[in-house]
């Protein structure tokens, strides 16, 4: 939930979207996905490569936040962006 509330926060305040979609679905590996995508600015998703202490030095405290809980979790975050083409972030958990 946190991972969903803090993405569409970023692509709000951040991304200036005026439309996010979400999908949460069982993939073929037994993992529960999130995948959230916007229409907004974007950004370089390369930034979103660096340690979680980078991200927060960076100030980009929400994409540390979402890449720790899934850490903790034993799941991923993958952050797919390229500036003017929106965001799509796509959080997986084993189940």
């Known amino acids: ?9 970023n692509a709000v305040r951040h991304g200036q979207t005026s439309e996010v979609i979400a999908k949460v679905y069982k ?6 996905v999130l995948e959230i995508q916007d229409n907004g600015k974007g950004f370089d998703a ?3 490569n660096l340690t979680n202490e980078e991200l927060r030095l ?3 405290r929400g994409l540390a936040n ?5 850490s903790l979790m034993g799941g991923t975050l993958s952050v797919i962006s390229k500036p003017d083409k929106g ?3 796509i959080a997986a958990v084993p189940v």
């Open 58 to 60: 960076q100030g980009h």
């Open 46 to 48: 390369r930034t979103a």
């Open 27 to 32: 993939d073929n590996s037994n993992n529960l």
């Open 87 to 89: 965001t799509k972030i």
């Open 1 to 9: 939930m946190r991972i969903f509330q803090e993405a569409v926060s």
């Open 66 to 70: 979402m890449t720790e809980r899934m």
